[in-house]
């Protein structure tokens, strides 16, 4: 049965979700009633004062498609939440609380999986806890950077305990990084489009959670160019528009990178948290 939320965001969303051919069409109305409630924290953030950054960046470059990459055998769909900058396994709880939406209503009775990505090393036992405590659904990838492609690259820790080092980044100049004395650390990356490619079936409902304090503007570009990016339902993206990166994408190459997911049938929704 619909819940009343489904019938609020009305036929047109409805239609994209069977057309892709999902059955788990209220689940995925239910998480569209995060967008008016994020949306004004979305506003005020982007008013913030603009500090100009250096990326460090790996020497690899975007991998968007590559035929040797191969795919999960998996037939049962799922929800499947592939959480970007995952801290301490914060989210993965509010995604269990139904906070990204009722997991109740994931395909197959409720089934799911989680993929945890997350550069900084003090999060690592958290998150393979996580993994320990929900074996087979969560898969843990401490002490790893969300990126573009496979390779390595410095990362600088945000100390600050009291914000769960939330501005911890692959920048060195970021300003949480300077305040904290730009402590480095050496980590592998993941790509990102990668992880999607091997682990998701065209059944599952997808959510992208994607914080990852300034990378983001090298990671939607690239997703643009994967030629299934459509078996992402929803991205939920924190925009780091209070600073400037050195990212060779410009922002109209990134909003234009935007609008190519939503083209593509990616839903972005206005997203803001207070916590990493």
Same mark, same amino acid.
């Given at each position: 049965?619909?819940?009343?939320?489904?019938?609020?965001?009305?036929?047109?969303?409805?239609?994209?979700?069977?057309?892709?051919?999902?059955?788990?069409?209220?689940?995925?109305?239910?998480?569209?009633?995060?967008?008016?409630?994020?949306?004004?924290?979305?506003?005020?953030?982007?008013?913030?004062?603009?500090?100009?950054?250096?990326?460090?960046?790996?020497?690899?470059?975007?991998?968007?498609?590559?035929?040797?990459?191969?795919?999960?055998?998996?037939?049962?769909?799922?929800?499947?939440?592939?959480?970007?900058?995952?801290?301490?396994?914060?989210?993965?709880?509010?995604?269990?609380?139904?906070?990204?939406?009722?997991?109740?209503?994931?395909?197959?009775?409720?089934?799911?999986?989680?993929?945890?990505?997350?550069?900084?090393?003090?999060?690592?036992?958290?998150?393979?806890?996580?993994?320990?405590?929900?074996?087979?659904?969560?898969? +843990?990838?401490?002490?790893?950077?969300?990126?573009?492609?496979?390779?390595?690259?410095?990362?600088?820790?945000?100390?600050?305990?009291?914000?769960?080092?939330?501005?911890?980044?692959?920048?060195?100049?970021?300003?949480?990084?300077? +305040?904290?004395?730009?402590?480095?650390?050496?980590?592998?990356?993941?790509?990102?489009?990668?992880?999607?490619?091997?682990?998701?079936?065209?059944?599952?409902?997808?959510?992208?959670?994607?914080?990852?304090?300034?990378?983001?503007?090298?990671?939607?570009?690239?997703?643009?160019?994967?030629?299934?990016?459509?078996?992402?339902?929803?991205?939920?993206?924190?925009?780091?528009?209070?600073?400037?990166?050195?990212? +060779?994408?410009?922002?109209?190459?990134?909003?234009?990178?935007?609008?190519?997911?939503?083209?593509?049938?990616?839903?972005?929704?206005?997203?803001?948290?207070?916590?990493?």
């Amino acid at each position: 049965m619909m819940s009343s939320l489904t019938l609020i965001l009305g036929a047109s969303f409805l239609s994209r979700a069977a057309a892709l051919g999902f059955r788990n069409a209220t689940f995925a109305a239910s998480v569209g009633s995060r967008n008016s409630s994020q949306q004004a924290l979305g506003n005020v953030v982007g008013h913030k004062v603009q500090h100009s950054l250096s990326m460090t960046q790996p020497a690899c470059q975007c991998v968007a498609n590559n035929p040797a990459w191969v795919p999960t055998t998996r037939t049962v769909p799922k929800c499947i939440f592939i959480d970007l900058g995952a801290a301490d396994g914060n989210t993965l709880k509010t995604f269990l609380s139904n906070g990204y939406g009722p997991v109740a209503n994931c395909p197959s009775g409720g089934q799911w999986e989680a993929y945890l990505v997350e550069a900084n090393p003090q999060f690592k036992t958290a998150l393979d806890t996580e993994a320990t405590t929900h074996p087979g659904m969560v898969h +843990a990838m401490g002490s790893t950077a969300a990126y573009v492609c496979e390779g390595t690259t410095s990362f600088y820790i945000d100390t600050n305990a009291a914000n769960n080092h939330w501005g911890s980044s692959m920048s060195k100049d970021h300003p949480d990084a300077i +305040a904290s004395g730009q402590q480095q650390v050496t980590v592998p990356t993941v790509n990102v489009v990668q992880l999607i490619a091997q682990t998701v079936i065209p059944g599952d409902w997808v959510m992208l959670k994607v914080d990852i304090e300034g990378a983001e503007y090298d990671l939607v570009p690239c997703l643009a160019q994967y030629t299934n990016v459509n078996l992402v339902d929803r991205m939920f993206l924190e925009e780091h528009t209070w600073f400037k990166t050195e990212s +060779a994408t410009t922002p109209e190459q990134f909003q234009a990178a935007k609008q190519t997911l939503i083209s593509k049938g990616v839903d972005i929704p206005e997203y803001f948290t207070q916590t990493m």
